[in-house]
């Protein structure tokens, strides 16, 4: 929402000089927050857990897919990044093949790339040929005797390119995800809140008959203050309580992040931020798709809308 919004800093300040404890205290800001939080959501994303950090946010995803489905491997997306903890580094192909390499653990499926992928705009039938691709993994994985916990995936990669995934891949992908016993985790950290312009969220591109069982959020959550959250089922969390191991997060969920993740929704709602990253998005688009037909050696263009920026990350992608 801008560097240093007046409003942000106002709500950090005035909390700052009220309270701020660690999260064993209750404080009606995290409850305010949750409501907040919860009204752009599906429904059946109603429990919320809050953070410091979006690699802390996609760790804990990892952990309640896996106390949920008592399976272990997970699916990821090839060249995605989720993460600077050694937990996420192991499932961020980015990071792990120049690292040490892949665990057992771990299944790539390829992006759902339909310019430079496996299955191209040309193919007849690009959804299903990418999601089948991952209920081959799977099925190689029971051969194994391996059990599979998530799919994990941002709902846009980012880091692989900006890809958009071609709308009824998500679900095709969850229904095979979920007939293993596995859950569907859905990465915003770099693309929620607004920044795809159409949608709050950008799971919501593959179509309103589809939600994720966790959704992890970091980044534009605090406007660059440090705040993160999973939101989850209540099968999932209470599946996650059921262990006697409580919870804990000294700082996740604070007063005054929970202040400044209020006042970061109050921006994007009182200034319509997300009208103006789908304005100006589109705008651009036009422009450099003129640049396109005017130049050959261009191959693909797409974007990322960043509205805590007022502007957008272009990518060109030469043919």
Known sequence: VGHCHPDVVKAAH?????????????????????????????EKLCIFYF??????????????????????????????????????IDISPYKFRNLDGQKEWVHVAPVPDTYRGLYREDHEDSVTAYADEVKNIIEQAHERGRKIAAFFAESLPSVGGQIIPPAGYFQKVAKHVRKAGGVFIADEIQVGFGRVGKHFWAFQLQGGDFVPDIVTMGKPIGNGHPLACVATTKEIAEAFAATGVEYFNTFGGNPVSCAVGLAVLDVIEKEDLQAHATEVGNFLMKLLKEQKIKHPIIGDVRYQ???YLHCQLLFVWFS
Do not use: F, M, W
């Open 14 to 42: 005035q909390q700052n000089q009220l309270l701020n404890t660690n999260s064993r205290y209750l404080h009606d800001n995290l409850v305010d927050y949750a409501e907040r939080l919860a009204k752009t959501l599906p």
């Open 51 to 88: 953070l410091n950090s979006g690699s802390e946010a996609n760790d804990l995803a990892l952990r309640l897919a896996r106390q949920y489905t008592k399976h272990e491997d997970v699916i990821v997306l090839d060249h995605a990044y989720h993460g600077h903890l050694t937990s996420l």
């Open 305 to 307: 809308c960043l509205i």
